[in-house]
C-alpha cells in the first residue's frame, strides 16, 4: 500500500521519529494491509470502514495478543488516517468509531536506593579504563534518569563540568539540561581526561579501548549484570535505573513539573506513573502503623 510508504517517510523526515518506532509504526501497518488485503480483498484507504477495522482488532484479540500490543496497532492506525485526512486521500476516518481495549496498569519497577548505593559504592569494578567507564555508566543512569539512546549519543561537546550540567538530545531530537551532583560531575571529569588519551574519531562520550563507539546490547548487558548482584527483579534494564531515579526524586519531595523536565516527557501524563509507587509504599506504612489496618 503505497499510502503506508509515504506515511512512514513522513514520520520518518517530518516527525522526525526513532527508527525503533519506524519499525514498529511500519510493521504494524503492514500487518493490516495484508489483513484486508487476505479477508476483504480491498487496498485502499478509503474503502476501510470502522466495522473493518474492528475486525481486525477482535482477529488479533482471538489470536492472544496483548491488549497493550492491540492499542499500539490501533495508535499506528490512527496516525496513519489523520495523516491521510490531512494530506486529502480519505474524506472519512473510520478510527473515530474504534475504541481501545482496557489495559492493566503496570507500575514501573524500580531498585531501591539503598541497593544501588551498595552496588556503586561497594561492587567490584575493574580497575582499569573499562571497569571505570562501566562504573560511570550506571552512576549517569541513576543519577540523570537518562534513556539507554541518549546515553549513547551523548557528546563530549555536551558535557558542561563548569555548571555541572549535561545537555541530553532525546526522543524527537528535543534537548534538555540535566544537573549532575558533585561527585558525579568529579567522576565524570576523571573519566574524560582518561578518555582523551584514546585515539579515535568518535565524538561520544563512550567507547571501547579501541575507539569504537559503546552498542546497545553492551550497555544492557553490564547493566544486567551488575543489577543481578544487588536485585532478584525480573527486569534489570537501563530503563529501570530510570524509574529508580524519577521514583527516588519523587519520594524525596522533588516536583512531578521538575521530574518530567529531567526526564524529558512530553506530558505530566507519564511522569504521573511514578506516584504509583509512591501511593502503594504509604500504604503498605498505612498497614504496618496503623492499630486499625
Known sequence: MEAISKFIEYLKFEKRYSLHTLIAY??????????????????????IQSSIVRSWLVSMMDAGLSPRSVNRKITALKSLYRYAIKSGWVAVNPMHKVSSPKTPKKLPEYIEAEKLDLLLDTAE????????????????????????????GLMIEDV???????????????????????????????????????????????????????????????????????????????????????????????????????????????????????????KAAYALAHPRA
Open 125 to 152: 569494578f575493574s580497575a582499569d579504563f573499562n571497569g571505570r567507564r562501566d562504573h560511570l555508566i550506571i552512576e549517569l543512569f541513576y543519577g540523570t534518569g537518562m534513556r539507554l539512546s541518549e546515553l549513547l
Open 160 to 282: 558542561q563540568l563548569n555548571n555541572k550540567q549535561i545537555k541530553v538530545t532525546g526522543k524527537r531530537n528535543k534537548q534538555r539540561i540535566i544537573p549532575m551532583f558533585d561527585t558525579l560531575a568529579q567522576e565524570l571529569k576523571t573519566f574524560l581526561s582518561e578518555r582523551s588519551a584514546i585515539v579515535t574519531e568518535q565524538r561520544q562520550v563512550f567507547v571501547f579501548e579501541d575507539g569504537s563507539a559503546l552498542y546497545p546490547v553492551y550497555v544492557y548487558r553490564l547493566v544486567n549484570k551488575y543489577l543481578s548482584q544487588v536485585s532478584t527483579r525480573k527486569k534489570k534494564s537501563p530503563h529501570v535505573l530510570r524509574h529508580s531515579f524519577a521514583t527516588e526524586m519523587l519520594n524525596k519531595g522533588a516536583d512531578l513539573n521538575a521530574i518530567k523536565e529531567l526526564l524529558g516527557h512530553a506530558s505530566l501524563s507519564a511522569t504521573q506513573v511514578y506516584t504509583h509507587n509512591t501511593i502503594e509504599k504509604l
Open 26 to 47: 511500519e510493521n504494524d501497518l503492514r500487518q493490516f494491509a495484508t489483513y484486508i488485503g487476505d479477508t476483504y480483498e480491498l487496498t485502499n484507504l478509503d474503502e
